[in-house]
T-cell receptor, first 114, second 112 residues
Framework: SQTIHQWPATLVQPVGSPLSLECTVEGTSNPNLYWYRQAAGRGLQLLFYSVGIGQISSEVPQNLSASRPQDRQFILSSKKLLLSDSGFYLC?????????????FGPGTRLTVT | GEDVEQSLFLSVREGDSSVINCTYT??????LYWYKQEPGAGLQLLTYIFSNMDMKQDQRLTVLLNKKDKHLSLRIADTQTGDSAIYFCAESWDGSARQLTFGSGTQLTVLP
């Protein structure tokens, strides 16, 4: 069966510090991968998605970047965090191809920028 | 652009049915989803429906889709306290990347 991991689970970082959040998927190959941010416990905003290694699409201009160095690894980064980067970051995966519309989410990382 | 809307709060008595509603604007939506989020956790996929279907039932969950009115609902039968959570409606179209657009979530509170 497939599983998705995110770490760390929680993170407190000062303004101006760098960020690296990691997401890995097990039990599948060549998945679509996604980063979402959830602010104030409500709506989710899609930040980045990737359909393959090295292929990153950005949905929203911002202080963050994403990379996919391996097939099942997705990394969210920032060189200098802003207060507005605080939130709950969720990684998700889906299987490429028709007939597989499900998208599954990881447990999330709670980021607090102080 | 796409827009998905939900009411923010719903309270029901334990044992009653809950109906959570959602409207969307993108007529090219192919799949519509319901997710559940418990406090501090990720999103759990409850069910999804293909846009050419009117209804889908899975145990206590019934999804109804009115494509003409772009209205989606989730009915939970015999609601239990463990059903208390935020429920998100989402839609996607049938592209290779299949990005989801989410509503703002409905907080369901089940009263004893």
């Amino acid at each position: 069966s497939q599983t998705i991991h995110q770490w760390p689970a929680t993170l407190v970082q000062p303004v101006g510090s760098p960020l690296s959040l990691e997401c890995t998927v097990e039990g599948t190959s060549n998945p679509n991968l996604y980063w979402y941010r959830q602010a104030a416990g409500r709506g989710l905003q899609l930040l980045f998605y990737s359909v393959g290694i090295g292929q990153i699409s950005s949905e929203v201009p911002q202080n963050l970047s994403a990379s996919r160095p391996q097939d099942r690894q997705f990394i969210l980064s920032s060189k200098k965090l802003l207060l507005s980067d605080s939130g709950f970051y969720l990684c998700a995966w889906s299987q490429i191809g028709a007939g597989s519309p499900e998208q599954y989410f990881g447990p999330g990382t709670r980021l607090t920028v102080t | 652009g796409e827009d998905v809307e939900q009411s923010l709060f719903l309270s029901v008595r334990e044992g009653d049915s809950s109906v959570i509603n959602c409207t969307y604007t993108d007529s090219s939506s192919t799949y519509l989803y319901w997710y559940k989020q418990e406090p501090g956790a990720g999103l759990q996929l409850l069910t999804y429906i293909f846009s050419n279907m009117d209804m889908k039932q899975d145990q206590r969950l019934t999804v109804l889709l009115n494509k003409k009115d772009k209205h989606l609902s989730l009915r939970i039968a015999d609601t239990q306290t463990g059903d208390s959570a935020i429920y998100f409606c989402a839609e996607s179209w049938d592209g290779s990347a299949r990005q989801l657009t989410f509503g703002s979530g409905t907080q369901l509170t089940v009263l004893p």
